[in-house]
C-alpha cells in the first residue's frame, strides 16, 4: 500500500541542506581551521530531530489509522534510513581504521542501528560515529503511529504531557550519571559515560522530536489562517531567522550564567557571578550536576523553541525567503542531506589517514569530495533501495 502524497513542502527541504553544512563544519574542527569559536553547531542534528516530528505529523496527521497503513509507514521508513545506513558501514570498514580489538557485537549493534541505545563509548560512536543520530531517529519512527492518534485528538496537551516526561527522563539520567560518576566521552576510553546517556540516547533527544510533532499540528491546524500579504510574510520570515540566529548566539551561552543565578537567589552559593566565558568551569565546581546537563544536554538542544517557530512559519511558504529556498538546486541539496551526513566523516577520516592540507584549499577539495559522494549515494543507492523496498507495500 502506499502512503498518499502531501504538497512538498520545498523550502524546508532546502533548509536541511544547512542544517547538514553546520554539522559538516562542526566536524572539521582542529583539521582545517579552528572553528570552536563558532559554537556548537552540532545543533543542527537538533534541527533534523524537530522537522522530523513536523514533517510526519504534517504527511501522516489523517492516516495511520490500520494495521496496514501501519505497516506501510514502517518499511517507508526503514527504507528511508537503513540502506544507505549500510553502505556507509561498509564503506567505513573498508576506508577507516576501525578501533581495535574487532567486537562482533558492536558490529552488530551498529548495522542494526541499536547503538545508541548502549551508552558505552565503542558502542554509540562505533565506525560512522554520525550513525548514532540514525539509530535514535529510528526509535522516534516506532514511536510516531503509537503518539500521532491521541496527539491529533487531544491536540497540543497530549504531546505537552509527553514533553514533560520527557524531560524528566533527561533529569533522571542526568542524576544517574551525577551520582555515578560517569565521564564524558573520549576516543581513548572505553567505558559507561554521560555523553552516553545524556547526548545520544534516543529517550534524552525524545523532546526534540515530540516538539516537533507539536509544531506540526499547529501547522496543520493552522494553515489557513493569517493574512497572505506576501511583503508580511517575509518580515515574519526574517524574524524567525533573526530569532533563531540570536538564539544561537546568547541562549545557548546563558544556561550556565542562569543556574548560577538561581543558586545565588536561593542562598546555594555566595559565590559571585563570573565573565561568560568562565561561568561553565566555575559551574561545575559550584553544582557538577547542573554543568552536566548544560554540557551534555542543553547547549545541544536549547535552540528548540526557536526551530519549532523557524519550520511552522517556513512550512507556510507565503514569503520571498521561502520562496527563494524553493529553487530547484536548493531543493536538490535538501534532497542529498542524508546523503550528505551519513558520507562527510568518512571522506574527513581518509582525509586525515592521508594528510589532506588543512587550510581552506584542503576545504574546499574535501567539501566537493563531499557533494559528489553523496550525490552518488543519493543516486545510486538511496533512491532505488527506497523504490524497491516499498515497492512491494
Known sequence: MSIPKKKPLAALTSLRSFAALAIVVHHCNGVFWPVAALGPLDVGVSFFFVLSGFILTWVYHDQLDTPRQWRAFYLARWARIWPLHLVCLLLTMLLVAVPEPFDVGVLMANALLLHAWIPFDRYFFSYNYVSWSISTELFFYLLFPLLLRPAMRWRHR??????????????????????HGLPSWQTTHDHLSSTGLLYANPLARLAEFLCGMVAGIVFVRRQRDGVACRWCWTLVELGSVALLLLAYRYV?????????QLMLSAGATRVPLAAVASEPALLGQLNPLAAMLIDEWANHVGLTPFVMLLVVVFACQRGVLSQGLSQRWLVLLGEISFAVYLVHQIVLRVAQQNGLSGDWQGFVVYGCIVMLAALGLHVLVEKPARRWLTGRA
Do not use: D, K, N, Y
Request: glycine residues 4%; proline residues 3%.
Open 158 to 179: 497530549s504531546l505537552l504531557l509527553a514533553v514533560s516526561l520527557a524531560l524528566a527522563i533527561v533529569l533522571l539520567l542526568g542524576l544517574l550519571s551525577w551520582e
Open 252 to 260: 545557548l551561552t546563558s544556561f550556565a550564567p542562569l543556574v548560577h
